[in-house]
């Protein structure tokens, strides 16, 4: 069984930075592709960025130059370093793990940024 665990989250000032883990547990034999989404209220979730089980990465147009996705594939953690953050990324902050083409998400974590 796939389990997918977030932390991280939290209240920072605008400008200042966050880094969230997103730790998978339930994974053999394949390295998955890993993501992070938000959602904030009243919208809907968006992918913030996507890497893939060779490092690839790729960012939403919003938080390209802030934020940095990583992994670490001994550990099956993945990582998004947020910096310069800005109000309108508060949000509900979802780790994503396609597993042997199924989706498992996490229970989210709330960052929050205040103005």
């Known amino acids: 069984q796939v389990r997918v665990v977030e932390s991280g989250g939290g209240l920072v000032q605008a400008g200042g930075s966050l880094r969230l883990v997103c730790a998978a547990s339930g994974i053999f034999f394949h390295v998955p592709d890993m993501a992070w989404y938000r959602q904030a209220p009243g919208k809907q979730r968006e992918v913030v960025a996507h890497i893939d089980s060779d490092g690839r990465t790729n960012y939403a147009n919003s938080v390209k130059g802030r934020f940095t996705i990583s992994r670490d594939n001994a550990e099956d953690t993945a990582y998004l370093q947020m910096n310069t953050l800005k109000p309108e990324d508060t949000a509900v902050y979802y780790c994503?793990?396609?597993?042997?083409?199924?989706?498992?998400w996490g229970q989210g974590t709330q960052v929050t940024v205040s103005s």
């Open positions: 994503l793990v396609n597993y042997f083409q199924r989706d498992y």
